[in-house]
């Protein structure tokens, strides 16, 4: 009797908690590190609690930005180009391209267009 491999679901062996992944860990740890002089400024107005959600929700914002994709869709010119792809790649690419201060290099092919009209109906 031979042996056989049984195919299983290895999708999240690589997560951490089950929640997060390592680019989405890291990015929310950048996103709570973020809130953290919002936080430090609102604790010494005795405002602590509010510091705190502030500090929360910027890690929120990283955990979506590190785990979620750009949804594929035909209402919006960017969701029709970038649709399935990561959303941090999309803010890297957006970054690299204000950083080039917008040049966009097109090539074009020239195509010749004949204007002879036939005047005798292919005769």
Request: proline share 2%; no cysteine; net charge positive.
């Amino acid at each position: 009797m031979g042996t056989y491999d049984l195919p299983r679901n290895v999708k999240g062996e690589g997560r951490i908690l089950f929640v997060f992944s390592a680019k989405a860990l890291i990015y929310t740890v950048i996103g709570a590190a973020l809130g953290i002089p919002i936080y430090m400024i609102f604790n010494m107005i005795g405002m602590s609690v509010i510091g705190l959600i502030i500090m929360g929700v910027l890690g929120l914002v990283g955990f979506g930005i590190g785990t979620l994709k750009m949804p594929e869709t035909n209402a919006f010119e960017i969701t029709k180009k970038t649709g399935g792809e990561n959303i941090d790649d999309v803010i890297k690419r957006a970054i690299k391209f204000k950083m080039q201060k917008n040049k966009i290099y097109v090539y074009q092919k020239e195509e010749t267009i004949d204007t002879k009209e036939e005047t005798n109906n292919g005769k």
